[in-house]
C-alpha cells in the first residue's frame, strides 16, 4: 500500500471538476444558477465550438465585492450554507461552493464582477486554477465570467465531449430549461456570433412556453393544478393527441429546479397508458413544490436528479392529478348539446383505449376473426430468391409505384432455387398466412411494408432521384429555438432528397412539398419526429448516405398505414415483392417479417 498523503487544492479541484463539470453544459448550468440566486432580471449566454473553447455568462444581478470575488474561488465558498441543517432546508441553487474553483481549475476563467454603490468592478483571471491577475475594472453592476479553453489543463477530458453539435444543443437545452423555469427573467442565448434564443420577461409560464416551443404547442396544453398537503402541482399537459417521439418535452421542476426524476417521470407514464400510443411520450411542463426537508437534492453530483423520501406519496399525487385532468378533458371534448345529434357510440376522441363496455360473442366475431379466408380460389405464388433494389409497396408510395418505369424495377437473380407459397388468408388483421411444400409460413405485413419501404427510399437516394409532390395548401411548421436550428442545419440535405421546406419568419417554417412515400397529413409530425431524432441522436451530415439510412428507417416506422381491407392479390404481391428485396427476412429495425412452421413441428403438437 502506498503512502498517504494530502492532496493539493489544485489537485482536489480538478477532481471535484470531474464530478461538477462533465461538459461545456455544465458550467453554463451552474452559472445560470448562480445568477439567479444573485436575482438577476436578465441572463446572458453566449458560446463558441460547442463551449470547448470559449463560454461566457452575464448577468444584472447583485454583484459581489472584491473580498467576496476572491473567496468564491475557494473551495467550499458559498453564501447558501452556514451549517449543516441547512442540507436540509436548500431552497437556492447553486449550494455546494465547488462549481467556481473547479471550473477555473480546467479552464482559463476571467470573473467581473461590480456591486451597487461601488465605483469600480472587480476582475480576477485565473489559468488551470493558478490566479494570474486582480484588478478593477469598469463594468455595470452584475457579474461577468468568460470560460476559454475548457479542460486545457485536462487534454484527456477533451477527448471524451462529443461534437460541436451535440455540446451546442445541451448548451441550449440547459439555458430553455431554466428559462421556462423562470419566467419573469430575461434570457438570451449567442451560439457562433448568431442568437439561437431570446425571451423577454414573460408575466407567466404560459407566454414563456410559447416563445419557447412556439404558439402551435402552446394551444395543444391544458393547465393543470392541484395542492394536497404540503405539495402543489402546477403547469401544463399535452392533450393525449399530440405527444411525441422523445422525452424531450416532458419536463419536470421541483421548486423550480430543472431535474431528471424517475418518480415523476413514471408518474406521467403511467396517468397516460392507454390513452397515447406505445412507445410515445405526453407532452408536460410540470412543476412540484414541496417542503424542501422532504426532498434531497443532494443525490448526483450535478443536482441533476432528486430523491423524495416518500416517493409512494408523490408518485401517487401526481397520478391522480394528471387522471383527473385528463378525464376532465375528454368530458369537454365528448359533451354533446341537446339539439345536438348524437355521435356514434364508439367514438373516443384523443384516446386509444378500448370501450368499457365489452362485446357480445356476435360482436367479438366481427371484430377479431381468428382467420379469414379468401372466397376466390388460391393460386400458388412462386418467389424468387432476394435481390436488390426493390420496389415500393406503403399504402402512401402504391400511387408512386404505378409510375416507376418497368425497366427500372427490381430484376430476379436465379440462384437455382424456386419455392411456391399458397395464399390462405389473414389473421388478426395484420398477418397473412400462406401454405409452403415444407409446412405454414405467417407473414408479418407492417414488417414486409417497412423493409420493403426502406430498401426503396434508399434506392432512390443513391440514384440521385427522388421526386417531389407538391401540396396543394402548404403546411405551416412552427418550431422552438433548438429546433429551429437544427432544420436549418439540415435543409440542404432534406431539399435536395424530395422535401421542400422554406423559411417563413422567425422560428417558421413552410413545408411546400414532400417525397412520394409521405402523405401529405403526416408530413409536420414527421419533420417533428425527425428533428427528435437528430436531437437525440444527431445525423452524421459528413456521411450523407448513413445519414440518409437513418431517415428512411424513421420514414418506414412512421409513413406506414395497414390497410385491414385488402386483397388477396395485394397480399401475394407484397409477399413477392418482400421476396425480391435486399434482405426479406426482417425489418429495418431487426423483427422478423415472416417465419415459418414444418410439417414435422405441426404433426409433432398435433400428436400425429
Excluded at 324 to 345: C, F, I, Y
Aim: aromatic share 6%; net charge positive.
Amino acid at each position: 500500500m502506498g503512502k498517504i498523503r494530502i492532496l493539493s487544492d489544485r489537485i482536489a479541484n480538478q477532481i471535484a471538476a470531474g464530478e461538477v463539470i462533465e461538459r461545456p453544459a455544465a458550467v453554463v448550468k451552474e452559472l445560470i444558477e448562480n445568477a439567479i440566486d444573485a436575482g438577476a432580471e436578465r441572463i446572458e449566454v453566449e458560446f463558441r465550438r460547442g463551449g470547448r473553447s470559449y463560454m461566457r455568462v452575464e448577468d444584472d444581478g447583485r454583484g459581489m465585492s472584491k473580498d467576496d470575488a476572491l473567496l468564491s474561488l475557494e473551495r467550499h465558498g458559498t453564501s447558501k450554507i452556514a451549517a449543516a441543517d441547512d442540507l436540509n432546508r436548500i431552497v437556492t441553487f447553486g449550494f455546494r461552493g465547488e462549481a467556481l474553483p473547479s471550473i477555473a481549475s480546467v479552464s482559463r476563467f476571467t470573473l467581473q464582477t461590480r456591486q451597487e454603490g461601488a465605483e469600480h468592478g472587480t476582475e480576477i483571471v485565473v489559468n488551470g486554477g493558478k490566479v494570474v491577475q486582480v484588478r478593477e475594472c469598469g463594468m455595470p453592476v452584475g457579474t461577468r465570467i468568460e470560460v476559454a479553453q475548457l479542460f486545457n489543463s485536462v487534454p484527456a477530458r477533451r477527448k471524451f465531449l462529443k461534437t460541436d453539435a451535440t455540446e451546442s444543443a445541451h448548451i441550449i437545452q440547459c439555458a430553455r430549461l431554466h428559462a421556462i423555469a423562470h419566467p419573469s427573467v430575461a434570457f438570451k442565448v449567442i451560439e457562433n456570433d448568431r442568437t439561437v434564443f431570446q425571451s423577454a420577461s414573460c408575466p407567466g409560464l404560459e407566454e414563456r412556453l410559447a416563445e419557447v416551443f412556439g404558439r402551435s404547442l402552446a394551444s395543444l396544453l391544458m393547465p393543470i393544478e392541484a395542492t394536497e398537503g404540503d405539495m402543489h402541482l402546477s403547469g401544463f399537459i399535452g392533450r393525449p393527441s399530440a405527444s411525441r417521439a422523445t422525452r424531450h418535452e416532458m419536463l419536470v421542476f421541483v421548486n423550480s429546479r430543472p431535474v431528471e426524476s424517475r418518480t415523476l417521470g413514471y408518474a406521467l407514464l403511467e396517468s397516460y397508458h392507454g390513452s397515447i400510443p406505445k412507445g410515445r411520450y405526453p407532452i408536460a411542463f410540470l412543476f412540484l413544490k414541496i417542503d424542501p426537508a422532504a426532498v434531497d437534492v443532494n443525490v448526483h453530483p450535478a443536482k441533476r436528479e432528486v430523491r423524495f423520501r416518500e416517493e409512494a406519496r408523490v408518485r401517487g399525487f401526481v397520478i391522480r392529478t394528471v387522471l383527473e385532468r385528463l378525464r376532465g378533458d375528454l368530458k369537454e371534448q365528448t359533451s354533446v348539446p341537446a339539439s345536438a345529434p348524437e355521435r356514434n357510440p364508439g367514438w373516443r376522441p384523443n384516446s386509444a383505449a378500448p370501450s368499457a363496455a365489452a362485446p357480445s360473442a356476435s360482436e367479438r366475431s366481427k371484430i377479431s376473426p381468428p382467420l379469414q379466408r379468401s372466397a376466390a380460389p388460391v393460386r400458388p405464388v412462386v418467389a424468387p430468391a432476394p435481390v436488390s433494389p426493390p420496389t415500393p409497396v406503403s399504402a402512401s408510395a402504391e400511387t408512386f409505384l404505378k409510375t416507376v418505369p418497368e425497366p427500372e424495377r427490381a430484376k430476379p437473380v436465379s440462384t437455382g432455387h424456386v419455392f411456391r407459397w399458397r395464399f390462405i388468408g389473414q389473421a388478426r388483421g395484420n398477418l397473412a398466412l400462406f401454405e409452403t411444400a415444407a409446412g405454414v409460413v405467417v407473414m408479418d405485413r407492417r414488417a414486409a411494408h417497412e423493409r420493403l419501404m426502406y430498401e426503396e427510399i434508399l434506392a432512390k437516394f443513391r440514384k440521385g432521384a427522388v421526386p417531389r409532390q407538391a401540396l396543394l395548401f402548404p403546411v405551416p411548421l412552427e418550431l422552438d429555438p433548438v429546433a429551429t436550428a437544427l432544420l436549418a442545419d439540415h435543409l440542404d440535405l432534406l431539399n435536395g432528397n424530395g422535401f421542400e421546406i422554406s423559411v417563413f419568419g422567425r422560428n417558421f417554417f413552410r413545408i411546400e412539398s414532400v417525397p412520394p412515400w409521405l402523405e401529405p397529413n403526416l408530413a409536420e409530425g414527421f419533420v417533428r419526429d425527425l428533428l427528435a431524432l437528430i436531437r437525440e441522436k444527431g445525423l452524421p451530415e459528413e456521411h450523407p448516405e448513413l445519414a440518409w439510412e437513418r431517415i428512411a428507417l424513421l420514414a418506414s416506422r412512421k409513413a406506414i398505414r395497414i390497410n385491414d381491407r385488402v386483397t388477396e392479390e395485394e397480399i401475394v404481391g407484397l409477399a413477392r415483392r418482400l421476396m425480391e428485396s435486399r434482405n426479406p427476412l426482417t425489418s429495418p429495425l431487426g423483427r422478423a417479417t415472416f417465419f415459418e412452421i414444418g410439417s414435422s413441428e405441426i404433426e409433432r403438437r398435433l400428436q400425429k
